[in-house]
């Protein structure tokens, strides 16, 4: 602060100038940033403290771009006026917003795999309706306080209740059965039940129901190609379809390319059905994308076809290095192509043998469940997870009786403890297929119920205008969170393992000897995921020469790149001129609470001190197509702006803190995934003291950078790269290579802050696209102008005015199909001219059209919201709100490649680590992958332990959980649950002082014994923050860490494959995902004596 | 017969999720006071584990509750002359440590350090001295079986089973027992007090402290076998949960039962027969007390009873409601409601349903079909939490009783699951319960569906008064400068120093004066302290 009024100062009252001398110079800037996080805050007033953001903002338009800007805020649900005002902000100057649920490793990337959809759920109340339920790595007392009671009564109505955690968490209180895996092993058990199911309910026998729903609604009984091996074994390969079978032949070549095939019984032919990823784009698939089988009759299985072949397939297992197993599968040779269906595949992957067929290794077709060599038999996985065969063979056989009488009511909440691994999608996905398998997708009652940090925005049409400043200007940049923070904390140079560490064994090895940086590179150039900073260049200045040229940007972007002149900036994350300079936090806690690798935050990104020991990867180990600098940059952000309403570990290290309003001081609607309501937020006093809202404060700031712009940035053209999006004609490509789509944007900085609060005209212009739906909602902005008034002059003159909460909450309502049934029926017609009309969904449309919830209504009490196209799922007064009911009764396809859900997945890099079909993969061993084990410093008794981070009672993160009265309830300060022998092991008594350390970092913590916990694991609960009653470490003499001090950020590199179908990226949608849970660490019983 | 009526309580233990949520509300009400810091009216315990404040039950160290001598009911503390004896130097009162020592935190550091060498922490300091502190006790130090098993030995129940708990990994078990005061029939706090500022209301039961009348001698505190009085150490007085009687006069719930996240808790009527209570509570066999005090209870339904109610007092609506009571339901129709700690001879007024789980697991890993009705009650006594764990909370060691209300439950979910999934239903499920579909079907009602206006059956309360009765200034007897109804918002978070001059307590008879109770008022005249003195007005 002084240094900054020092600059102005001299350099006559210019606050841009200002900042640019004080970041310009590096000592300076590292004297500032190294105080950060160390106290010494000063108070200054709201006009010096906005125009300072301003002038940081202005000067790293002008000086670096705005892709060198980051906007980072969670959960807009959870007040989406107070999210979008800033994202909005963001949007308006060109900066992205990162994503937030992928990087939480909230995001359960199965999702986008399987449905091809982000995550949706079942609200709570839909709970009541299973007739089975498992709470599977999900402690629902804890993290769904409010709605397990739903859990309790179910279960006087019959329900019955398994629950599989590791430790006897609070959920086991209410289980009739306790199943407790080794942590991260879940999916071996999951496997093992579905080994059960195929055997009994798709060989031994076949239940009409499951029959039925899997030829109609999964991608089972579609082709695969059996690619050539070696001469006597093959390997699954990609999805047989209508370009390689010249069937559909009415279609575009680009449609047939995403038309798979099945095997259609009655023609004895393969066959293309409708409502392929070829029929939704294309003008020729109108009235076809639909599930509707018409005269087909979908073969499950090649197995009995007289023309059968048997081939044989090898297949990883990963539960032992290296190895693989070997299946005999039946196929059928179609045009010199042998290929089998995924069902054929699936029984070859679970293990299931058919009597004829013979398995590989004798005749005998039928594996025993007590064969514990064979993957995926129950007694195999007794063996891995210690869960006994005999408890997997029953609850398997309940689960699947359970479907078959009540039509697919069996559920499985899963949860965080199964999801925040690194390989939780194959954990995942071997759930999901239990459902699918049973028929329990789709219906009410059944299901996945997966509640990890998503909360649903069920007014999404509204807010996403908002957030992304589409009314204005189109497209925004959506940057994926998790590489973002990957490059830009260095962490890729802690990294030394390549590819082939974690690739099967069946792999081509295509990717052989990279780096997952140069991964994340290969996927950026691609168009896979996007990159901000993108290019190694001010994206203003490439503007400005590309519209100076008149080039169309893809070619001239080619030809610069072609003449070596233009870099990409993930291809050198360490030079200045690549680093993020400005980055804005708010409702969120960033630092203390998500950063993953947060010791290499403060490192890297804040240039802070730290408690990091890792060494960096040796040359023999780095990246190839990503520049390495011999010194790491320490300190890359310019500014760290933080708005909040208490102080946090982010507000703690941020360069300036806005105090901002809680809920109780402002207008803002929320909605959840677990109620199907939308609730305003009504103030019930004005914000105390000098506090603002969110969207006070983003507007102030709006204003201020308009101002500060004159003469300095002006109108600017903008060269914006966005990548080959989900749900758009993007995810369909043409064959060949693909890339980002570039887009010339003009931006006037000066009409920021007009901008920002009035409705822009494009909404109405070309209209409002969800999930590929678009609607045009003329009349709400007209109604809009009358019910908000209209701008009178400047840029947005005549445009309905956003200047208040409560008018932002009202547009979001008024444009949104939930809230506003004409829209949803507009969203619903047209879905029934690209499904068909004879699939109901007109009538659903005339059903919902007369809803309407404006703001009021949600301010006398919750709304309950209604069906729309930007959701999955049907509800009304009469019926709990369940997803994928649309697609069970209306035909609508999935968002898929084969508009089914899938089983199975076919993109060369999901084939070289070989998971296109459910599969087991144990925690990551990270002493294999590297991660170097930290000696005890005084040569102690030490143990070392799975160290896991669930969530906790009374806490959303570190929010509430250190309010006086529940840390007085709970044990008043950070605290690391441990096993009795554990503890014993290194002489530890209840509430002792203990370090948990590792190569990344270090926690101070108290000991809590427990005979609850398993031998070998630890739990620390998420984000305890180092503010509240931390001592300094022994090993390191400096504050303990919080949670996330022991993790270290990897990225699972089939995560950023994109341009493919359900493959495809959208912001927080699908992304790769953090994750922490396979991390290890050393604890030891510290000095009782304890310095602050 | 003298029929007496009271507000009673029924808590389900098989639905509470350990939340808190009713702890916090309670403090947040009625004890987020100086002198209160430690004191939880209600708070939430799992089991296995010490209770708060530590080892509560263990009467042989406390000496709380009754004993039996000679036939006779007389406090276990003592008779009148040793109490007195003690007045002033009371061993059998918990000290500080027992509960906890309540802290608070340097909160200040994080926004005023100076710039400095490393993050900024706010420590823990001590509420009671304002010194800094570490933190080694709380008021809910076994929360979710914290503590290791050397701790939770310290459970006096656990130490009371004959049989030996293993307190593994592989075997664990827990619940939550969420408590507050019993608001007994027989209340020992009440008979143990010598300034009499303890008393039980005629017209509802609850059991209050008059804190005019208390001199804080603490002997309530030693009396209470729950431990449910305490000592505010700022006004020198007694304070309990009052079942907060101006919300139940104004026919709402207490708040413990309004926040309660897991729907567990229910309120209404219990009609009684005062007579019986002395003669029940000295009842000779501990384990004949539960009975003893369902046999005190009238069965509203009774045309007898009825007419007994009017005849004594009882406002028709309050029989009504009797009629309606979900807690006469719980407790004498289905009899899956238990008192806690019968033994004490309190004839404690809060039961609870016990919960009920895993038990088929237990049953199918010996190769049984756990949802087979028969071999579920046959295995009932191998639920994973031990039934004699269960008998010594609620029947005084008799694992008879608490076995039937489980039999109970698990025919409910039997029968019900039949209906759920549309097979044929079998009767000889209830049967085998002596219970019958609809009885089992109304019994699931309560349990799984009652909504608010079912779970919360309290009539309102008023007394018809005659103008000029005088009882015009009865006001509040909790609101005295720091007392229960009183509210200081800048007090809580404060760690104390000694006591500022001109704070002493203040003492009876002074408090209440200027006030007016308009709950009460008939709207004439005008009553003393309604409006503010003017000057010269006469005291």
Redesign the interface.
Same mark, same amino acid.
């Given at each position: 602060m002084e240094l900054y009024r020092d600059a102005k100062r001299r350099l006559g009252g210019d606050p841009v100038a200002a900042w640019a001398e004080l970041t310009g110079d590096p000592d300076q800037r590292r004297r500032y940033q190294s105080?950060r996080?160390?106290?010494?805050?000063v108070r200054i007033g709201w006009d010096e403290a906005l125009e300072m953001a301003a002038a940081a903002h202005v000067h790293t338009l002008k000086e670096h771009g705005p892709d060198r800007i980051a906007g980072f805020s969670p959960i807009p649900a959870m007040s989406m006026a107070s999210h979008a005002a800033g994202a909005r902000f963001h949007s308006l100057i060109g900066a992205p917003m990162l994503s937030f649920y992928d990087w939480y490793a909230d995001l359960p990337i199965a999702s986008p795999q399987v449905f091809g959809d982000q995550t949706d759920v079942p609200e709570s109340g839909d709970w009541w309706d299973a007739?089975y339920l498992m709470l599977w790595g999900s402690n629902v007392?804890?993290t769904r $306080?409010?709605d397990?009671?739903w859990m309790?009564?179910?279960?006087?109505?019959?329900?019955?209740v398994v629950v599989v955690s590791p430790d006897?968490a609070?959920a $086991?209180?209410?289980?009739?059965?306790?199943l407790h895996p080794h942590p991260g092993t879940d999916g071996a058990l999951a496997m093992a039940m579905g080994h059960v199911i195929l055997r009994e309910c798709f060989v031994d026998r076949q239940v009409p129901y499951f029959t039925d729903y899997v030829k109609r609604f999964t991608d089972l009984p579609f082709l695969v190609a059996l690619d050539e091996r070696d001469t006597d074994t093959r390997t699954p390969g990609a999805f047989v379809t209508a370009s390689d079978l010249d069937l559909a032949k009415e279609a575009k070549a680009e449609s047939r390319r995403w038309m798979p095939v099945l095997f259609d019984a009655a023609t004895d032919r393969p066959a293309v059905p409708n409502g392929t990823l070829g029929d939704r784009w294309g003008k020729a698939g109108e009235g076809r994308w639909n599930l509707d089988l018409g005269d087909l009759d979908p073969r499950l299985t090649c197995h009995g076809h007289p023309a059968a072949e048997t081939a044989v397939v090898v297949l990883p297992r990963f539960d032992e290095e290296g190895a693989t197993v070997r299946r005999r599968v039946p196929a059928l040779r179609v045009d010199g192509h042998l290929m089998t269906t995924v069902f054929d595949l699936m029984l070859a992957q679970y293990g299931v043998g058919r009597p004829g067929l013979g398995a590989e290794a004798g005749d005998d077709a039928t594996v025993s469940y007590d064969d514990a060599t064979t993957p995926c038999t129950p007694a195999w996985q007794e063996a891995v997870t210690s869960v006994?065969a005999?408890?997997v063979v029953?609850a398997a056989r309940e689960f699947a009786r359970?479907a078959e009488?009540?039509r697919g009511r069996c559920m499985i909440v899963m949860g965080a403890g199964t999801n925040h691994w690194f390989h939780s999608d194959t954990i995942y996905r071997s759930f999901l297929s239990l459902l699918l398998l049973t028929g329990c997708q789709g219906v009410n009652g059944g299901g996945w119920a997966h509640y990890v940090g998503q909360e649903k925005v069920r007014p999404y049409a509204g807010w996403q205008q908002m957030a992304t400043a589409s009314d204005w200007v189109r497209p925004s940049r959506q940057m994926a969170g998790t590489p973002y923070w990957y490059l830009n904390t260095d962490q890729w140079r802690y990294e030394k393992f390549t590819a082939d560490a974690l690739a099967a064994p069946t792999a081509p090895g295509a990717l052989a000897g990279l780096h997952t940086a140069d991964l994340v590179s290969r996927s950026v150039r691609q168009g896979w995921m996007p990159s901000y900073p993108t290019f190694g260049a001010n994206p203003l200045d490439l503007g400005r020469r590309l519209h100076e040229s008149g080039a169309d940007p893809t070619s001239w972007v080619g030809a610069e790149r072609d003449a070596g002149r233009l870099s990409y900036a993930c291809e050198d994350p360490d030079d200045p001129a690549n680093w993020p300079r400005v980055l804005t936090v708010w409702r969120a806690n960033l630092i203390g609470s998500s950063a993953k690798g947060n010791e290499f935050f403060l490192r890297h990104l804040l240039g802070a001190?730290d408690n990091a020991s890792a060494e960096e990867a040796p040359p023999d180990q780095r990246p190839r197509e990503v520049t390495w600098r011999d010194e790491a940059p320490r300190g890359k952000v310019d500014l760290l702006l933080a708005l909040d309403f208490r102080?946090t570990?982010t507000t703690?290290f941020a360069d300036l803190v806005l105090p901002a309003a809680t809920w109780y001081e402002k207008h803002d609607l929320s909605s959840t995934d677990m109620h199907p309501y939308v609730h305003a937020f009504s103030p019930a006093i004005s914000p105390p003291w000098q506090a603002r809202t969110d969207f006070e404060i983003f507007h102030g700031l709006a204003v201020e950078v308009g101002r500060l712009a004159k003469g300095r940035l002006d109108v600017a053209h903008d060269l914006v790269a966005t990548p080959l999006q989900h749900d758009t004609p993007g995810e369909a490509p043409p064959d060949g290579p693909t890339g980002p789509r570039f887009t010339l944007v003009e931006r006037d900085y000066t009409a920021i802050g007009d901008k920002i609060a009035a409705l822009g005209p494009l909404s109405g212009e070309e209209g409002v696209t969800v999930k590929g739906v678009t609607v045009r909602p003329l009349p709400e902005i007209s109604w809009l102008g009358a019910r908000c008034g209209t701008a009178t002059r400047g840029p947005a003159r005549g445009r309905p005015l956003l200047d208040t909460d409560v008018k932002m909450c009202e547009a979001i309502l008024a444009l949104s199909g939930t809230t506003n049934g004409r829209l949803a029926a507009e969203g619903f017609e047209r879905l029934a001219e690209r499904c068909g009309t004879d699939t109901g969904l007109g009538e659903l449309a005339a059903s919902v059209a007369e809803r309407r919830v404006t703001f009021s209504d949600t301010q006398a009490r919750p709304v309950q919201v209604g069906a729309s196209f930007e959701w999955s799922g049907k509800e009304g007064p009469e019926r709990r709100y369940s997803p994928f009911t649309i697609n069970t009764e209306h035909f609508k396809p999935w968002h898929t490649l084969t508009g089914r859900q899938h089983f199975y997945l076919d993109h060369p890099w999901i084939a070289e680590y070989g998971e296109q079909l459910p599969v087991y993969r144990p925690p990551l061993n990270l002493t294999g992958l590297g991660e170097q084990p930290t000696a005890d410093p005084d040569g102690g008794r030490s143990v070392t332990v799975r160290y896991l981070t669930p969530h906790s009672?009374?806490s959303i993160h570190s929010e509430y959980q250190e309010n006086?009265?529940?840390? $007085?309830?709970?044990?008043?300060?950070p605290v690391i649950?441990i096993?009795?022998d554990d503890?014993a092991s290194i002489g530890v008594?209840?509430?002792d002082w203990i370090e948990a350390h590792n190569a990344n970092g270090v926690v101070v913590a108290r000991a809590?014994?427990?005979?609850?916990?398993?031998?070998g694991t630890v739990f620390m609960y998420h984000v305890q923050e180092?503010?509240?009653?931390?001592?300094?470490s022994e090993a390191t003499g400096?504050?303990g860490g919080v949670h996330n001090a022991l993790t270290k950020l990897l990225i699972k590199p089939t995560h950023l494959i994109g341009g493919h179908a359900q493959l495809s990226f959208a912001p927080n949608y699908y992304g790769p995902t953090g994750n922490q849970r396979d991390a290890v660490t050393v604890i030891r019983r510290r000095s009782q004596e304890v310095q602050? | 017969m003298r029929v007496m009526a009271q507000v009673a309580m029924v808590m389900n233990l098989d639905k509470c999720i350990g939340c808190h949520t009713c702890s916090v509300t309670c403090k947040q009400t009625w004890t987020n006071r100086a002198g209160t810091e430690y004191v939880w009216f209600n708070n939430v315990e799992t089991r296995p584990g010490q209770g708060y404040p530590r080892g509560y039950e263990d009467q042989e160290k406390w000496r709380g509750g009754w004993q039996l001598k000679r036939g006779r009911l007389v406090p276990r503390g003592g008779g009148r002359a040793r109490r007195l004896a003690r007045l002033f130097a009371n061993p059998e009162l918990p000290s500080l440590d027992d509960y906890y020592e309540p802290w608070t935190y340097d909160y200040e550091t994080l926004t005023t350090a100076p710039l400095g060498d490393d993050v900024p922490t706010a420590r823990p300091r001590s509420l009671i001295d304002g010194e800094p502190t570490a933190v080694t006790w709380g008021p809910n130090w076994d929360d979710d079986l914290g503590g290791g098993p050397e701790h939770l030995a310290g459970d006096p129940v656990l130490q009371k089973m004959n049989e030996q708990v293993r307190l593994e990994y592989e075997q664990s078990f827990m619940f939550y027992l969420p408590r507050i005061c019993e608001h007994c029939l027989n209340p020992s706090c009440v008979a143990v007090c010598p300034s009499g500022a303890l008393y039980k209301r005629i017209e509802d039961g609850i059991v209050l402290v008059d804190q005019d009348r208390c001199r804080g001698w603490r002997m309530c505190v030693s009396g209470c076998p729950y431990k449910k009085v305490y000592f505010n150490h700022r006004t020198g007085k007694a304070e309990k949960c009052t079942f907060c009687y101006p919300r139940i006069e104004a026919g709402e719930p207490t708040v413990c039962s309004e926040t309660c996240v897991g729907r567990l808790r229910y309120l209404g009527i219990i009609l009684y027969d005062a007579d019986k209570v002395g003669e029940a509570a000295a009842t000779e066999r501990e384990q004949d007390l539960y009975q003893a005090q369902l046999d005190c209870f009238l069965d509203p339904g009774d045309p007898a009873v009825a007419r007994a109610a009017e005849a004594s007092g009882i406002p028709h609506d309050w029989v009504t409601a009797a009629r309606r009571s979900p807690v006469h339901a719980l407790i004498s129709r289905h009899k899956v409601a238990l008192p806690l700690h019968p033994e004490y001879r309190t004839m404690p007024m809060v039961w609870y349903v016990p919960p009920l789980s895993p038990v088929v697991e237990s049953l199918t890993a010996t190769g049984h079909d756990g949802e087979d009705p028969a071999k579920l009650f046959a295995a009932i006594d191998s639920l994973r939490i031990p039934v004699g764990y269960l008998a010594e909370l609620f029947t005084a060691g008799d694992p008879a009783p608490v076995e039937a209300a489980l039999c109970r439950l698990a025919a409910m979910r039997s029968h019900m699951r039949r209906v759920n999934l549309g097979e044929e239903q079998d009767p000889a499920i209830a049967r085998a319960v002596g219970m019958d579909a609809d009885e089992i079907e109304a019994m699931y009602r309560l349990l799984a569906l009652a909504k608010y206006d079912e779970r919360y059956v309290v009539p309102t309360s008023y007394t018809a008064r005659t103008p000029g009765s005088g009882d015009l200034d009865a006001g509040c007897s909790l609101d005295g400068q720091g007392g229960p109804g009183m509210y200081d918002p800048d007090a809580f978070h404060i760690p104390l120093g000694p006591p500022k001059s001109g704070q002493e307590p203040e003492h009876a008879g002074t408090s209440l004066r200027d006030r007016v109770n308009l709950l009460n008022w008939n709207g004439r005249g005008r009553p003393e302290g309604l409006f503010p003195r003017t000057e010269g007005e006469a005291r």
């Open positions: 105080a996080g160390k106290g010494g805050l007739a007392p804890v $306080t409010p397990a009671h309790a009564e179910a279960r006087y109505r019959g329900q019955k006897y609070d $086991t209180k209410f289980a009739d059965e306790w006994p005999q408890a029953r359970t009488q009540t001190s102080m570990s703690l009672k009374w006086l009265l529940m840390q $007085t309830l709970a044990r008043g300060g649950w096993g009795v503890a008594a209840d509430n809590v014994v427990s005979h609850r916990m398993p031998p180092r503010m509240v009653n931390v001592p300094k400096r504050r602050y | -």
